[in-house]
């Protein structure tokens, strides 16, 4: 028989509030039970998080990514390019990227995962030189996200409901230039999100046919209509079938640059754009896949 894996746990012990350590406790008894090693690391920040993962990985140990989809797309994108092993413990607020891979989150499911299951290759994103994983966004939800991020009174996806309340509620239409595969494409509308997962947002199914082994990123547009109609699209992200609505686009390739375009470009106008839930920068964003960068322990 194979030796047991060796694990480290890199957790956000911030994500989720208690979320994490309440997560973590009785997995890492049922795979030290089962006779592996699992040493665990608190990352004081996500730089931090990123030396803690290349360590481990340096050390030969699969590395868990243990938190939401900030901390998993931080330690996944650190291991991206790698040999190394990455095992998703779903503990934050939206669980995006370990939704679309079917990560279980009882913890004896997962427990036989990450002793026993196979590492899977999974496409990243690179986005202007950082590797992430589920999905870049330019636009409203990024605005939202922010919104989400700053809310202190509620959790979960009760904090990006509201956050993106506020933000449509005082949101001016943005006009983007899309260059894809060397087109360009010119919008005007809410947002733009290079998808290599499908989900993003607490669960909201933005790109419904996105794969993560396809070496594709789907570019979902959503474009000018009036706010009304644009909550009404909000709540079918939920079961993906905003994509029927002709103010809805969806583009495919394997590189795609978003930036501001026409008048809010010419005014100076500042949008940020979003990646795994953080907020790197603004646009404009390059977003390139990365095909089979990263080794996943998913179904």
Same mark, same amino acid.
């Given at each position: 028989?194979? +030796?047991?894996? @060796?694990?480290?746990a890199?957790v956000n012990?911030?994500?989720?509030?208690?979320?994490?350590?309440? @997560?973590?406790?009785?997995?890492?008894?049922l795979?030290?039970?089962?006779?592996?090693?699992?040493?665990?690391?608190? +990352?004081?920040?996500?730089e931090?998080?990123?030396? =803690?993962?290349? *360590?481990?990985?340096?050390?030969?140990?699969?590395?868990?990514?243990?938190?939401g989809?900030?901390?998993?797309?931080?330690?996944?994108?650190?291991?991206?390019?790698?040999?190394?092993?990455?095992g #998703?413990? %779903?503990? *934050?607020?939206g669980?995006? $990227?370990?939704?679309?891979l !079917? #990560?279980?989150?009882?913890?004896?499911?997962? !427990?036989?995962?990450?002793?026993?299951?196979?590492?899977?290759?999974?496409?990243?994103?690179?986005?202007?030189?950082?590797?992430?994983?589920?999905?870049?966004?330019?636009?409203?939800?990024?605005?939202?996200?922010?919104? !989400?991020?700053?809310?202190?009174?509620?959790?979960? +996806?009760m904090?990006?409901?509201?956050?993106?309340?506020?933000?449509?509620?005082?949101?001016? %239409?943005?006009?983007?230039?899309? @260059?894809?595969?060397?087109?360009e494409?010119?919008?005007?509308?809410?947002?733009?999100?290079?998808?290599?997962s499908?989900?993003?947002? $607490?669960?909201?199914?933005?790109?419904?046919?996105a794969?993560?082994d396809?070496?594709?990123l789907?570019?979902?547009? =959503?474009?000018?209509? +009036?706010? !009304?109609? $644009?909550? @009404?699209?909000?709540?079918?992200?939920a079961?993906g079938?905003?994509?029927?609505?002709?103010?809805?686009?969806v583009?495919?390739?394997?590189?795609?640059? #978003?930036?501001?375009?026409?008048?809010?470009?010419?005014?100076?106008?500042?949008?940020?754009y979003?990646?795994d839930?953080?907020?790197?920068g603004?646009?404009?964003?390059?977003?390139?896949?990365?095909?089979?960068a990263l080794?996943?322990?998913?179904?």
């Open positions: 028989m194979p +030796s047991p894996r @060796t694990f480290t890199v012990p911030t994500s989720g509030g208690s979320t994490s350590a309440a @997560t973590l406790i009785p997995l890492a008894r795979l030290r039970e089962a006779g592996a090693e699992v040493a665990v690391e608190y +990352s004081r920040g996500l931090h998080a990123v030396a =803690l993962a290349r *360590g481990a990985a340096a050390a030969g140990h699969v590395v868990l990514g243990v938190g989809d900030g901390m998993v797309g931080c330690v996944g994108g650190a291991l991206a390019g790698s040999d190394a092993v990455l #998703i413990v %779903p503990a *934050g607020r669980n995006d $990227f370990a939704r679309q !079917a #990560i279980p989150a009882d913890p004896g499911e997962l !427990a036989a995962l990450l002793l026993e299951g196979e590492p899977r290759p999974v496409d990243a994103i690179d986005a202007n030189g950082t590797a992430v994983l589920g999905s870049v966004y330019a636009g409203v939800d990024a605005v939202a996200n922010d919104n !989400a991020n700053k809310t202190r009174l509620l959790r979960g +996806s904090s990006y409901t509201v956050g993106a309340l506020r933000a449509v509620l005082a949101w001016k %239409p943005a006009e983007y230039r899309i @260059t894809l595969e060397g087109t494409h010119l919008r005007r509308g809410y947002s733009v999100v290079a998808a290599n499908g989900y993003y947002g $607490f669960g909201r199914h933005i790109a419904p046919d794969r993560v396809d070496g594709l789907d570019v979902v547009i =959503l474009k000018h209509a +009036s706010k !009304a109609l $644009f909550f @009404t699209v909000l709540n079918e992200l079961a079938t905003h994509v029927r609505r002709p103010q809805v686009e583009l495919r390739g394997r590189e795609v640059r #978003i930036e501001l375009a026409g008048t809010a470009a010419m005014a100076g106008r500042v949008l940020p979003g990646a839930g953080e907020l790197p603004v646009l404009p964003v390059t977003a390139r896949v990365m095909p089979g080794r996943v322990l998913a179904p």
